[in-house]
């Protein structure tokens, strides 16, 4: 188990959901296009889907439907998604290869694990309760009236929550918006290498360190939190 650091707070793992721990691609793929479908618009494929993600449902709705449209009509299309979405979340959904282990491993190691995400909090949190159970102590997802991520606010309130400080924290995930986040929050971020962003994005966006699978991954999280 690994012990408190000089400070006397414990270490802390904190995670992006989406194309970090659970490949959620296709589910957001079908509720968009089922929303874009019953309002007449047509449908986005799943490489154009994973361009869109990753800002929060909106922003996926905006750029979904193409060009800017009347506030009813985008209103009536996301309100659709999200409708859509919470019935749908967890038809394809599933943890990438060796997540679930490597979590468990952390837990046992005495590493605290958080999630961080711009999907919304009833989603996050149904998600890792079915997928992750107590292997996650925290989950916070879009909120009203709190920025979404790049905006280091919900990671610092996870960091927190869980009772340790920045200094003791690292942050995982798998676009350039959560290596702005993490920069943002003063902490060192792990850029997976499966999700829906490709590597020259994340090192564009000053990406350092980059994990291939969940060994390696859990690899480079013992080594920045042991430093």
């Not at 957001?28 to 309002?39: G, I, M, P």
């Not at 869109?52 to 009536?76: S, W, Y």
Request: overall charge neutral.
């Amino acid at each position: 188990m690994m012990n408190k650091n000089q400070n006397g707070m414990p270490p802390a793992a904190i995670f992006d959901l989406d194309g970090t721990l659970l490949d959620t691609l296709l589910d957001l793929k079908n509720s968009v296009n089922q929303a874009l479908a019953e309002n007449g618009f047509p449908e986005r494929t799943t490489e154009e889907v994973r361009q869109f993600v990753g800002n929060g449902i909106a922003r996926l709705v905006h750029r979904a439907l193409g060009a800017e449209q009347p506030p009813e009509v985008f209103e009536k299309v996301l309100a659709d998604t999200k409708r859509i979405y919470n019935a749908r979340c967890r038809e394809h959904t599933a943890p990438y290869p060796g997540i679930t282990a490597m979590l468990e491993q952390l837990r046992k190691d005495g590493i605290r694990v958080a999630v961080v995400s711009n999907k919304p909090d009833p989603q996050v949190k149904k998600l890792c309760e079915e997928f992750f159970g107590e292997a996650v102590q925290s989950s916070v997802g879009q909120r009203q009236g709190i920025p979404l991520k790049p905006s280091p606010e919900s990671l610092l309130a996870a960091v927190q929550t869980l009772g340790t400080c920045t200094e003791n924290a690292v942050y995982i995930g798998d676009s350039d918006v959560d290596v702005l986040t993490a920069k943002r929050g003063n902490m060192p971020c792990i850029s997976v290498l499966w999700g829906f962003r490709d590597r020259n994005v994340m090192e564009a966006a000053g990406g350092q360190y980059f994990a291939e699978d969940a060994e390696g991954l859990y690899k480079l999280i013992l080594k920045l939190l042991r430093r």
